[in-house]
Structure formats: structure tokens, C-alpha cells
């Protein structure tokens, strides 16, 4: 027998799971869905829209993020949960760090989507790897102007930290 608890869960993750289908029904990207519930209300919704709007960050994570955010009206999601149809990616994963929920449910996992075509792998290689090592190699140029800004900013008295 279920749990109250378990069974709003199941009912979040099904909507996550509609979401990745009107998605990609609609021809929007990826199968991929999110949804961003507040005191069992959903406050943002999301699915995939990389292709659609020509937005590699455009993961059904973070266009429920930016559309919760957006609603509430703050950066961070606390108190939030983020439902997902499937194991965030590292970038959509680095969004939901800083978003801060205090929980992340998924459904699909890493693997599962990697036999659809969908292999973020390569990515979490690359991330282990040493910054020396990597395909895109970041390069450091010395700009003395470069820390003007981050000097104002330890000095600025109305900052809202994050």
C-alpha cells in the first residue's frame, strides 16, 4: 500500500512525464520534462526547448527554474521540489544547485537516455578530467581591469548576496 506521501510523489512525477510528452509532441525538443512544486502547488513548468528556440540551455530544468523563479519572484527555490522526467544533466544539475530546492525527484535515469540518443557522458568525463586535459581548453588572460568590478563589489553596500 502506498503512502499519502509516495502518491504526491507519483503525481508530480506524472505531470513531469505529460510535460516531456507535450513537448515533444509539439515538436518543442527533446523528450524531457520539470515540474517546480511549492506546498503541493506547481509554481513552474517546463520541457524541452533546445531545438525550437535554437537554446542549447533551454533543458526542461531550467526553463521550469527561470519559469518558477519568475512567478515567485525570487532566484532560489527554497522550499521548493523540482520533479523531472529524467536524471538532470550537469548543466541542468549546476542550475539546480544554485536554485536551491530541497528536493529533486527524477524518473528516467542518465542511462536511459543515453539509449535514445540522448549521451551526456562525454560531459561528465570532461568535468573529472584536470582543466589542463579538457577538449575546450580555457585559456587565462591577465586584464588587470578585470578585478575593478570585483573590488566594487566587496565594497558595494546594497548587494543582494546569493
Same mark, same amino acid.
Given at each position: 500500500?502506498? +503512502?499519502i506521501e509516495q502518491k504526491r510523489i507519483r503525481k508530480f512525477m506524472r505531470i513531469a512525464v505529460e510535460l516531456s510528452q507535450e513537448g515533444m509532441r509539439k515538436n518543442k525538443g527533446g523528450?524531457?520534462?520539470? &515540474?517546480? @512544486?511549492?506546498?503541493? #502547488?506547481?509554481v513552474g513548468r517546463g520541457f524541452? #526547448?533546445?531545438?525550437? &528556440?535554437? /537554446?542549447? +540551455?533551454?533543458?526542461a530544468e531550467v526553463v521550469a527554474i527561470r /519559469?518558477? $523563479? =519568475?512567478?515567485?519572484?525570487t532566484f532560489q527555490l527554497d &522550499? $521548493?521540489?523540482l520533479f523531472t522526467s529524467c536524471e538532470p544533466c550537469p548543466m541542468c544539475l549546476g542550475a539546480i544547485y544554485w536554485a536551491r530546492?530541497?528536493?529533486? !525527484? !527524477?524518473a528516467n535515469t542518465r542511462k536511459d537516455a543515453a539509449r535514445i540518443g540522448f549521451d551526456d557522458k562525454f560531459i561528465y568525463d570532461e568535468i573529472n578530467k584536470s582543466i589542463t586535459r579538457r577538449? !575546450? =581548453?580555457?585559456?587565462? @588572460?591577465?586584464? =588587470?581591469?578585470? =578585478? &575593478?568590478?570585483?573590488k566594487e563589489w566587496q565594497k558595494k553596500n546594497n548587494k543582494t548576496k546569493y
Open positions: 500500500m502506498k +503512502t523528450p524531457f520534462g520539470a &515540474g517546480i @512544486v511549492k506546498n503541493n #502547488r506547481i524541452n #526547448r533546445v531545438t525550437s &528556440g535554437n /537554446d542549447p +540551455t533551454a533543458h /519559469d518558477a $523563479c =519568475k512567478r515567485l519572484r &522550499g $521548493c521540489e530546492p530541497k528536493a529533486v !525527484y !527524477y577538449r !575546450y =581548453k580555457l585559456k587565462k @588572460v591577465n586584464l =588587470k581591469e578585470a =578585478k &575593478g568590478p570585483f
